[in-house]
């Protein structure tokens, strides 16, 4: 068991993001990396659409999110990988606020295993989880960014897409066709003052790596902690990253001070990746 740190949710003087009025939706926030975004940017200020799966869940954490924040943050039951909620969530957004300005896409991640493990209908539903999520939510926000000449979006990925991770095939492989589509839109868009940008999170204290822990350690016969400390040694800082640290570089690439920054792919990793670039 990863015991994770209590949650913080910060509320000191900061540098002024430029995120006040502006409305964000965040995906799948109910919980681990989505809901630490969530939180950094109510914050600064934004109000909030944020979903999950289930709507007690998202109903309750928007209640936390707003009662910690005095944001306003709405909490809307969706399954990113259904078009039809997608449309339902992104219509129903721009009911309640008048305009989506920020799009973080987000998600589950689909199970591990080598290839041989996953049949065709697991891998079409691996890419509707990834890729087709985020160019849906991408393809209902752009208009009106396009059309107001300011915008965000946001994939969060994974460090798999620049050196792909063990046992992680449909990861692997799904995230990088996510970087490859945020790269050509970002070309796309960058004269209508719309940023795309992908952030790689790294190892972190995530209920998500928590289970991925948990589940290596049963195969390899030793316990959670165990697992992670061989993690750990692998990541120059010798530790695994806090929710809140990622939200941190999140929060700084949606703002108004990181308009020329688009079509790139930062880590927040610890220094795991090896790779020069």
């Excluded at 002024?16 to 950094?40: F, I, P, T």
């Excluded at 109000?47 to 954490?61: H, N, P, Y």
């Excluded at 080598?114 to 087709?132: G, I, S, V």
């Excluded at 009106?144 to 991770?165: C, D, F, H, Y």
């Amino acid at each position: 068991m990863i015991h994770p740190l209590p949650r913080v949710v910060l509320t000191t003087a900061r540098m002024d993001l430029g995120l006040k009025n502006k409305v964000a939706l965040v995906a799948a926030a109910s919980r681990g990396l989505g809901r630490a975004v969530a939180e950094e940017l109510a914050n600064e200020g934004a109000s909030l659409v944020i979903c999950a799966r289930k709507q007690e869940t998202i109903e309750r954490v928007a209640n936390e999110i707003a009662a910690a924040t005095k944001a306003k943050v709405v909490g809307l039951a969706a399954d990113v990988s259904n078009p039809d909620d997608v449309t339902r969530l992104t219509s129903s957004a721009i009911h309640r606020f008048g305009r989506i300005d920020i799009l973080v896409t987000n998600s589950g991640g689909p199970p591990a295993g080598p290839f041989e493990a996953f049949d065709l209908e697991q891998w079409e539903a691996a890419t509707r989880l990834l890729l087709y999520s985020s160019v849906n939510l991408a393809r209902a926000v752009v208009p009106g960014m396009k059309e107001r000449r300011w915008g965000r979006i946001l994939n969060i990925t994974s460090i798999a897409v620049k050196q792909p991770v063990d046992n992680l095939i449909l990861s692997n492989s799904l995230r990088a066709g996510v970087t490859g589509f945020a790269r050509t839109l970002a070309n796309e868009v960058a004269q209508f003052g719309i940023t795309v940008n992908n952030i790689m999170p790294g190892y972190t204290r995530t209920e998500r790596v928590e289970e991925l822990a948990t589940m290596m350690a049963v195969k390899q016969g030793i316990t959670p902690e165990e697992f992670v400390a061989r993690w750990e040694k692998e990541i120059p800082m010798h530790r695994i990253g806090e929710p809140r640290e990622f939200a941190a570089l999140a929060a700084f690439l949606v703002s108004e001070r990181a308009s020329y920054i688009t079509g790139t792919s930062i880590p927040v990793d610890g220094g795991w990746i090896k790779a020069i670039m």
